[in-house]
């Protein structure tokens, strides 16, 4: 692979997939690394005439992340999510009110399943269209759009029981 390409493919693509890991790690070591291990793998393997190189480095980077978690057999108890907090610096109360929706919301994507969970990250946080998502994923785009509509309705279901305002 060219080594310019892939300075300008790191520059362009760093944040979103070390994004993307966090969101699925909840480790910022663990995520650093593994968006480090994505680009070393596009330097070994990414052939200069790929079609779509961002779905392939999102593909790569998911592969990593799972590979990594079945060889460590780790998951994030609920407990941690949730004692995700502000900084402790005091604040306002609308900042105060903002980081309980943001908590809320936190907690809402991970009492969904793994793959909804994951397709709305992709789609709403790494700004993937359905049809890289399907790709990604290996399945079909109206089976992508599915999930991502089942998704969402059991989020909202989830927000309102827990008393977050939608109107």
Known sequence: MNT??????YRKYQNEIYLYLYSLSHNRELAQDLMQETFLKAILSLSDDHTNMRAWLYLVAR??????????????PIE???????????????????EEQKKLLYQALFHLPERQREIL????FSNLSLKEIAKLLHQTPENIRVQAHRAKKELKSYLEVHGYDLS
């Open 4 to 9: 310019d390409l892939l300075r300008q493919l």
């Open 63 to 76: 592969n990593l992340y799972f590979n990594y978690q079945k060889r460590e057999r780790q998951s994030v």
């Open 80 to 98: 941690e999510m949730e004692s995700v907090t502000a900084d402790g610096a005091p604040s306002l109360p609308e900042h105060m009110i903002q």
């Open 121 to 124: 990250l992709l789609h709403y």
